[in-house]
């Protein structure tokens, strides 16, 4: 059975980061962009960040430019701006595709595992899935929900 922990991806420093690393954790997974309506939920992201991470929970940032472009920034521009902008320190990998042909596989896995309202294909950025422990797709949230009101089902997939 495939889980979150079979998967890499590069980081915005250009590292592969196995996400084993992220094995035993809860993780919210998320598409992300800088010049999206969405983008202030990087505060909300990294709120939940800091006040989780030691329970074991992490956010994973993965920027995306599939929508309207929103995300055309380099990787170290990405890096720059979540840092000087949102003080984000959680998480953040190099620019991925989330749907079509070149997707990543991870993103390609949380897709099929968990389909949305149109289908499998991510509508648009901002959209998060919850991992649980077990590294099994819990759950996938449209954009408009804000990450703060994922809280309860975080706290209840820590619980286990």
Sequence with gaps: MTTLTDFSARTLSGEMRHLSDFAGQVVLVVNVAS????????LALEDL??????????????P???????????DAQ???????????????????DVNGRDAHPLWQWMRRSRRGRFGDRVKWN??????????????????IVRPESIEADIVTALRG
Aim: glycine share 8%; with cysteine; net charge positive.
């Design 49 to 62: 960040w800091q006040r989780r991470r030691h329970q074991g929970f992490a956010v994973l940032g993965f």
């Design 126 to 143: 901002f959209t998060k899935f919850l991992i649980g422990a077990d590294g099994l797709v819990i759950d996938r949230y449209a954009p």
């Design 78 to 96: 990405i890096r720059d701006f979540c840092v000087t902008v949102y003080d984000v320190t959680f998480p953040v990998f190099a620019k991925v």
């Design 35 to 42: 010049r999206c309506g969405f983008t202030p939920q990087y």
């Design 64 to 74: 995306c430019n599939q929508f309207a472009r929103q995300e055309p920034g380099t």
